[in-house]
């Protein structure tokens, strides 16, 4: 091995801009404690303890089937839909227990956006796709106000450029990375706290991946992201935080930076190094 | 909300008329020159149920739900008057809108015989004088006749054309042996059912409604022979035979004079009480008067008219329309 | 009263009802901070109307009854009606026609007295026509009252509405149930009462099929009723000879189609065969019974059987086969289909022929589902109907020759139902007893072929 | 190693590749000649219907000229309606003037076979067109039956020279019958129409439709989108599936022992045929919509529900409108089979005669299907190519709803 | 970074047994010149040549979708099952043109055995799955002569000891791992000369990977092994040739430890770095 070939995931995370490295103290978003999630009797995540902070980005590493997406899922209640799924201990949004009864799904749903492996977008047009949260919301009145709405959100998503002038056209029209980035800018149309996105690139090509993750680094600053991914360099990338997931448990969370240069654990080395998955 | 609460009953506009097949497409004829004439009133319902199940839904009571008028090819039975009369259907008229004869008949070209209704019993019956059946072919009846299979198509037991060949031609055969005649006194229901039960083997089988489909049969097969009205016969005389039976052979005349053994009456059967009730329903009789003269409609289908004195009778009773009672049926 | 004004009152008031609710609603909307209200302006809109519409329109229902009731007895208490028969049927008919005249739904006199009613009838109607508007719209205020009392910024009114929502859709589906419950109720119940008169066993073991209609419901002769003839001509036609065409036919066109043909040839060729699916049983009876049948009468004379029945089962049996061809091969279809394809691959990557692949591989792979779709087809063959009875003869042999007529359960249900209307003898009940061992025989295929089925989809997912 | 002999490059193994190629092309030969055997039913049914049922649509007609004003009949007042005219008509002896007109033309041979209703349609000439009766007319009457079929050359042996020298005077004739398509059922196939018949399956569908379409599509979507999954759910998924597949003439023993018995006087109507229908019809709906709904992808779900959506606003924003067309195409379908459906029909009532065409779903009708089989039961030779005819028709609307379906679901199929 | 976390993929090809890590000149058995392989219009293989040796374990690597699954199949005309695929240019082994008109797919296919990515064993008997092959191109006469075929098949996927007491099971029984080694096994079974592997280990978890790529180990002495890897970890593990495709292309194709200690391409270096994938 010659020297001028760096050990990749600290490489990847001297590449961040200084800083972000090291950010200032930031509140808690959403805070997990205990969460144990069942599928019928099988535990997919064991008594697993979190928190999300505003202004961060958090990655969900671990092999595939260690229950991060399940976890993920739980935090804005997507996990409502799998009949067979059950969360135990308690997940806060702003020190509100979304599990609460009283809690309202929908809202919860508009507060905590989600962005999904495969892009998603609804098969109509790239306009509608966007307006479509805005107005079951009601949050425009007019025609104009959805306007601003959807340009904005475009614009954010560093789509704006590239649809302006086909704003009509169907939204599965556009290329793999342009959809998902159509779905992030879906998310941010109804102006959430938080962004959840399951492996947002993982069908993507590089290219887009790089642009997707350029686009996380730019939306940081102003929602709570929380990111999983298959891709330990990516997680490098990207996060200021990381948690590493194994068989359902949560095995080390921390600062991305001493996960990947610093573990403290045996299992965190080994995925890191490559000696599984 | 078409009606008002209390009457209960909902109202009807069509004549409904049920029952024999053989009566069925006369009616059907007429049904038709009625809603020609009068196109206001609507088309009457014809359905051919056989003259037992349409006189039992005659019988089931009065009102838009049971049916005006019933056909039938044979005359109505003490019971089922009685039935009539439980249920309230007690003003009913009777008229006989002509005559049929009982058609034994095969396809042009196939087998022909001479048979007597003895030879008909002792190869159609289910236990020929309380014995069993053991015949196979028209030879094993009587040497006389030929050695063919015996195969006869015939209607089934809700048919009135089914029990008149049992009354006409079955029971005659039956009583033609005087021995066996004699045990009547004895158990005269197990006498009844001896002379008239038809076997179940598949020498004869039962049709279903569909007389049209007993030609189709006989047609189709020339060693069967089928049972039906006459007027059936006629309809097709390009492609059946009739039978003779005791030499007389089933002809316009020789039914209307009764030579012929297997002649009987066509009646329909009118509800008094929905004269008034169901639009139309006097006009649709005047048309059956109209129809079923010699140089009428259906004669040219078929239909043996009635004599003239009968004729006359049954003219006047359209518009009289005397009730009929348990007296008239004994 | 005509249905139009109620409709119309409801649908207007309900109408209004929405438009000042989600007028309502805006002003929230625009007083609330952020502008954000618990529902949109337009669910406030929805829950006022339904809460509008939908009593009213119950309420009209009931007063369609309750006044019709009120107009009788206004009617029958006006002295014209002094001159109507006591009772019975004329009379009925005298106050249905006078109604009609009064409705203007019909012109036709013929009962003079019903002209005199007509006028107290419109009276009466016009009367509590206007009353029931009156009511309907106290009743509509009430409802309006406490539907806008209840908007409020903070008022979940989605949530309501969408319950609403829920449960139209709940209702719909229990119709099913229902429907069963129907069909299961009525056969039961009527079963029940032939068993009354016949014993079930000699029902279900006899081999003498003769039912008598016209014989004494009183006391009929249990000798008359074994249904064994039936059940096996059922059996030999749906069962035996149409599955003899069916399978392998179904099979081998759904083989080709999936694994040989073009792309193209598949595109006209799996139309063409759910056309044949498509054409009416009618179609085919008629087909069987005008030109199969005669032909294979012709074929048996000419082979030198005598006196060949003209509705053999063979003519039912072959035409039942051809019609369900498409369905065994659509189940076939599907079943391969679902075999994976990581089994065709791995078989062929063996260097395993197309052919052995699919005798060898996929069709084992798929016999459950095989199997499942062939019960099905079994289960639909002995329910087909016109076909036998077009085709198939009533004549209840018991006999193993294609060449001889049969009967089958369903052309007895027609042939003991058609027209004799008598529900208390054991004829007309017998065909219920069949229909309901025709019910609980396609039943028990249906479920265990489903079943199949599905655990063999399952195991592929 | 490479000079190992592999058991796959052996002449043994190329012989063995022979017959198995062999076999290969046997085994295709038949797949193929399955294929064909069941696409040569199918073109054998359609051809045979075909060539039975060109005749159908034609009937014999004699040309028979009437000079009217040598007749005196005079016109009926304007204000009577059609029935009335007409039988006015008669008591002038139009009848008489008919026969007698015919005579003259085709002798009384061929007079006397003139179908007994033809005057009918001289005096409908007059109603409609007063002024006919100034001048002399040439109407083309049907013939009866017997000469019909003489004609066609079957039937009475005795009538046939006559049909042939009237043919060859070119008196008689076939000609295309129009009234086919709008008379309704008679007793003569002379005479006989299928708009009678028709109308009855239009207004059955209608009901069908109203009742099986909304009902199906609400419990699909309940089932596929909300339904726990609990014993009862459960319970209407396994009633679904049997209703599917329990055999059509037990739904009419449902229509006779319910629909029967609480509206008595409805036999026969397309109303309680339609609702008979419908139950038959609903289950298909229900399936072919959830398996509609079910090729929504879940990620388009999750898409809306992540912006915030509701269940209900999740399915009717986007489940629905993307699973219509597969809805509409299940919907056709069970349409098309309701429409051909006979079985469930002949047990209420709808086997009645009725002469003229059912002006509402509460009168007497017969369905097209049904006259098919009605009419399969006439003797008449003439009924043999009218049958023949009206299953063209109902071939027709069949093929076209199985059409339509099938352009829906190409048209519509997604690849997600 | 700690100095005793050693770069991954350095370590891993350290590993290997020192006599394979440069093996003595073997002789070409596949030879691929200027294949580009199109789905009807789309190509997604373009000009690719690559040599297959003898003794060899070559892997495919590169990013998902760029054509390697492709590729692979493209060597035993798997791609024939596939209606709108279409191959360019040449491809020999032991120099005879697989796409020649004269060629026998079914022969060839023998000759080039393949193990998928999911395994896919019939829904038949453990013996049956082995006997298939043999029994199909007629390679036994007699049971006898079966037997030995399937026991000496199952002990060289390493299997036997495991199932020989259960030969009667269904394949579809066995775990996941032990499936993918009755699908090796099934291949060997006919005596090929090449087995391709398309991402043999992506459905196992760890312990059953090991298991296989030590199997594979095994087996290299006697066969042309392909094998395609997503993971960079895997190729350089158990590879001694290693082909990087990206886009469609190939853009490097050498000795697995040049490939991966001193890459000629900056997009191999890129990729196996973590910049992308
Ligand atoms: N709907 C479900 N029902 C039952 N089990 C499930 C369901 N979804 C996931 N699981 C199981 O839960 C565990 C965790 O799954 P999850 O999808 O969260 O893993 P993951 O870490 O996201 O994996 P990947 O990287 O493959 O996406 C797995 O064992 C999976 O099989
Ligand atoms: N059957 C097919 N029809 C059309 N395009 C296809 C087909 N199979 C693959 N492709 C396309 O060909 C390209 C190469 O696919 P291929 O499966 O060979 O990639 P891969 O490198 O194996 O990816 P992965 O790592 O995801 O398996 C991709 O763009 C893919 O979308
Ligand atoms: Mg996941
Ligand atoms: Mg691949
Ligand atoms: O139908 P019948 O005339 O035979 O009763």
Known sequence: MT?????????????????????????????????????????????????????????FIGPSGCGKSTFLRALNRMNDTIPSARVEGTIELDGEDIYASGMDVVQLRARVGMVFQKPNPFPKSIYENIAYGPRIHGLAEGKDELDAIVEKSLRRAGLWEEVKDRLQDSGTALSGGQQQRLCIARAIAVDPEVILMDEPCSALDPIATAKIEELIGDLRGRYAIVIVTHSMQQAARVSQRTAFFHLGHLVEYGHTEDIFTNPREQRTQDYITGRYG | SGSPGS????????????????????????????????????????????????????????????????????????????????????????????????????????????????????????????????????????????????????PPTTSGTRDAFEELIMLAGCESNAAFAATEEADEDAYETTCTELRSDGKYVDQGEQDNLIVQKIEGNENAIGVFGYSYLEENADRLQGLHINGVEPTYDNIASFAYPGARPLYIYVKKEHIGIIPGLQE??????????????????????NRGDVMAAQTSAVTDLPSLTAQDLQ | MSPVIPLLLALGLGLAGWLV??????????????????????????????????????????????????????????????????????????????????????????????????????????????????????????????????????????????????????????????????????????????????????????????????????????????????????????????????????????????????????????????????????????????????????????????????????AAGLVMGVMIIPFVSSMADDSIAAVPQAMRDGSLAMGATANETIRRVLVPAALPGIVGGVMLAVSRAIGETMIVVMAASTAATLSANPLDSMTTVTVQIVALLTGEGSFDHPATLAAFALGFVLFLVTLALNFIALRVVKRFREAYE | MSDLVHPTRTPAFEARMKKRYAAERRFKAMGLSAVVFSIAVLLFLLVTMTLNGVGGFQRAVMSVPIDFPAMGLSAPAETEDQGAAIRALQGQGLQEVVQFSADEALGEAGAAQINP?????????????????????????????????????????????????????????????????????????????????????????????????????????????????NRWTDVIEVSIN?????????????????????????????????????????????????????????????????????????????????????????????????????APLLLIGMRAFVATPPDGFTDNATVLPMQIFLWSDEIDRGFVERTSAAIIVLLIFLLLMNGVAIYLRNRFEKKW
């Open chain 4, 117 to 229: 209703e033809a005057w009918r349609q001289v005096g409908e000439a007059i109603v409609n067109d007063p002024t006919i009766l100034q001048r002399q007319a040439t109407f083309a009457l049907p013939a009866s039956e017997k000469l019909a079929s003489a004609l066609r050359g079957d039937g009475q042996t005795e009538l046939q020279p006559l049909a042939q020298d009237l043919a060859e005077r070119g008196l008689l004739e076939r000609r295309f019958d129009t009234g086919f398509l709008t008379r309704a059922d008679a007793t003569d196939p002379q005479m006989v129409g299928i708009w009678g018949a028709l109308k009855g399956s239009i207004l059955t569908m209608i009901v069908t439709l109203l009742l099986a379409f909304p009902i199906g599509v609400l419990a699909a979507l309940y089932l596929e989108e909300y339904a726990p999954k």
């Open chain 1, 3 to 59: 020297q001028d070939t760096p050990p990749p995931l600290a490489q990847a995370i001297q590449d961040q801009p200084a800083d972000v490295v090291d950010p200032a103290t930031s509140e808690v978003k959403m805070r997990a404690r205990d969460v144990s999630i069942y599928y019928g009797t099988k535990k997919a995540i064991d008594a697993v303890s979190v928190d999300v902070f505003t202004e961060y980005v958090t990655a």
């Open chain 2, 284 to 305: 649709f009789l005047s048309t059956w008067v109209a129809s079923w003269g010699e140089d009428g409609v259906l004669a040219q289908i078929g239909l043996v008219t």
């Open chain 2, 7 to 154: 009457t209960g009953g909902d109202s009807r506009d069509a004549i409904r008329a049920v029952g024999s097949s053989t009566v069925y497409p006369f009616a059907r004829r007429v049904s038709e020159v009625f809603t020609s004439e009068y196109p206001d009133f609507a088309s009457p319902v014809i359905e051919s149920t056989g003259t037992g199940g349409g006189i039992s839904l005659f019988c089931s009571g009065i009102g838009p739900s049971t049916p005006d008028i019933a056909h039938a090819s044979r005359r109505m039975k003490d019971s089922e008057f009685a039935d009539c009369q439980a249920n309230g259907v007690t003003d009913i008229a009777e008229i006989q809108v002509g005559m049929d004869g009982i058609a034994i008949a095969s396809a042009k070209g196939g087998i022909t015989m001479d048979l007597t209704p003895e030879q008909l019993y002792r190869a159609l019956a289910a236990n020929p004088y309380g014995e069993a059946q053991t015949t196979n072919t028209w030879n094993d009846v009587d040497p006389s006749l030929p050695n063919l299979p015996i195969l006869v198509y015939g």
């Open chain 3, 21 to 314: 609710a989600r007028a309502r609603a805006w002003t929230f909307k625009r007083a609330a901070p952020h502008g954000r209200i618990a529902a949109l302006p337009q669910y406030h809109a929805w829950y006022a109307a339904l809460w509008i519409a939908v009593p009213l329109l119950l309420f009209f229902l009931l007063w369609d009854y309750v006044s019709g009731q009120l107009i009788m007895a206004h009617v029958l208490a006006s002295p014209e009606a002094a001159a109507l028969p006591q009772s019975g049927l004329r009379r009925d008919t005298i106050l249905n026609e006078a109604f009609s005249i009064a409705s203007g739904t019909s012109n036709r006199v013929l009962n003079e007295e019903s002209v005199a009613l007509a006028e107290p009838f419109r009276q009466a109607v016009s009367r509590y026509q206007l009353i029931g508007i009156a009511i309907g719209l106290v009743i509509a205020g009430a409802a309006a009252a406490w539907a806008f009392l209840r908007l409020k910024p903070d008022f979940a009114a989605r949530t309501k509405v969408e319950r609403l929502v829920l449960a139209a859709l709940l209702l719909a589906s229990l119709v099913a149930i229902l429907t069963t419950l129907g069909i299961f109720v009525t056969l039961v119940f009527e079963t029940v009462r032939f068993f009354g008169m016949i014993s079930p066993i000699d029902f279900l073991f006899g081999t003498h099929w003769n039912p008598d209609p016209m014989g004494n419901a009183a006391n009929p002769d249990p000798s008359r009723y074994g249904a064994i003839p039936l059940f096996w001509g059922t059996l030999f036609i749906g069962a035996i000879i149409a599955m003899i065409v069916a399978i392998p036919l179904g099979m081998m066109s759904a083989i080709y189609l999936t694994q040989y043909a073009r792309p193209a040839t598949r595109k006209w060729i799996k139309p063409a065969l759910e056309v044949l699916a498509g054409v009416p049983t009618v179609v085919y009876g008629y087909f069987a019974a005008l030109t199969v049948a005669p032909a294979i009468r012709d074929m048996a004379l000419a082979i030198g059987v005598s006196n060949p029945s003209s509705e053999s089962a063979l």
């Open chain 4, 242 to 342: 049997n209703l599917a597949a329990v055999p059509s003439i037990i739904f009419g023993l449902l229509g006779l022992a319910v629909f029967l018995t609480l509206f008595p006087s409805m036999r026969s109507a397309p109303l309680i045929g339609g609702m008979t229908l419908a139950l038959m019809t609903m289950p298909v709906i229900v399936i072919s919509g959830r398996n509609a709904i079910k090729a929504v992808p879940p990620s388009i779900r999750d898409g809306a529900l992540a912006v915030g959506a509701s269940p209900v606003q999740v399915v009717f924003h986007h489940v629905l409108p993307l699973a219509l067309p597969g809805i509409l195409t299940g919907t056709i379908i069970g349409m098309a089979r309701a429409l051909g459906e006979t």
